[in-house]
């Protein structure tokens, strides 16, 4: 069975970042996990521009060969229409509503508010678009567009496709939360992915570890000892463990993987 994923920003970036003393990427072998089909936002490709000049590159390449499908407005727009014709512009409207819900209740009214009073019925998808690109511009940078733009492919993905979206996405607790907030996701993190890794493709602690000491590597660059994990109880709390400590209990067989990509030690 296909699995159908979701790459965001922030994780691409690090899982770039991320990589082996040969310079083999972390985010390549994710690539490689079978049977999935990768997909993002245009605007993961602007913002990545922000980042660093590696990781754009890569991702455009991945594009280019097909590897990962990227998503336009436009295009968006064209696949809604297959389901609900010429109300495709209200539809985006609505999901990119409930993508500014996910993080907070005036997002919407305060950047796209002006999306509630055009009539639909009279509107071109062109001038719809041209509005749109304009609103887009308004949000600046670091307001989370990215995500919210990956919110709205992820509604659209869930409708086309019916099926279970992963969201590999930040580690960032308000991302994952907004994820989650929609049916049928299930998040991956920067940290769950190591357990993706050793539970579909067989990695062992010897294949992970030259991108564990990459990543202890960040860390301790911005840091960063403790990584948060759940407890093994019932009660939704999180301790704080050393983060080689984490990644080798990984691999020791010791967390379950949580629907928020957060994982719990075993019961």
């Not at 407005?73 to 209200?90: F, K, M, N, Q, T």
């Not at 999180?238 to 993987?257: A, M, S």
Request: proline share 2%; hydrophobic share 35%.
């Amino acid at each position: 069975m296909k699995k159908y994923a979701l790459l965001d920003t922030d994780f691409i970036s690090k899982t770039h970042s991320i990589q082996s003393a040969n310079g083999n990427y972390l985010i390549n072998h994710i690539m490689e996990l079978p049977k999935y089909n990768f997909f993002c936002h245009s605007q993961i490709v602007t913002e990545l521009n922000r980042y660093n000049s590696d990781a754009p590159v890569w991702l455009q390449e991945k594009i280019k060969i097909g590897k990962i499908k990227s998503y336009t407005d436009e295009s968006i727009l064209e696949s809604l229409a297959l389901v609900r014709g010429p109300l495709a512009c209200a539809t985006y409207t609505q999901m990119l509503k409930m993508a500014c819900d996910a993080f907070s209740s005036n997002y919407f009214s305060e950047h796209y508010g002006v999306l509630e009073d055009v009539n639909y019925m009279s509107m071109s998808k062109e001038e719809y678009l041209r509005i749109l690109q304009q609103l887009d511009i308004e949000v600046g940078k670091k307001n989370n567009l990215g995500e919210i733009k990956s919110f709205v492919l992820l509604q659209v993905l869930t409708v086309m496709l019916g099926e279970q979206i992963y969201v590999f996405c930040s580690d960032d607790k308000n991302a994952r939360s907004g994820a989650t907030s929609f049916e049928n996701i299930r998040c991956i993190s920067l940290l769950s992915v190591f357990s993706r890794l050793k539970e579909e493709m067989s990695w062992t602690i010897a294949e992970a570890e030259p991108y564990i000491e990459s990543l202890m590597s960040f860390c301790q660059k911005h840091n960063q000892t403790t990584f948060r994990v759940m407890e093994a109880s019932d009660v939704k709390r999180c301790q704080r463990v050393p983060c080689k400590q984490v990644l080798q209990e990984i691999f020791d067989g010791k967390f379950v993987e949580l629907k928020n990509g957060m994982l719990r030690y075993k019961q």
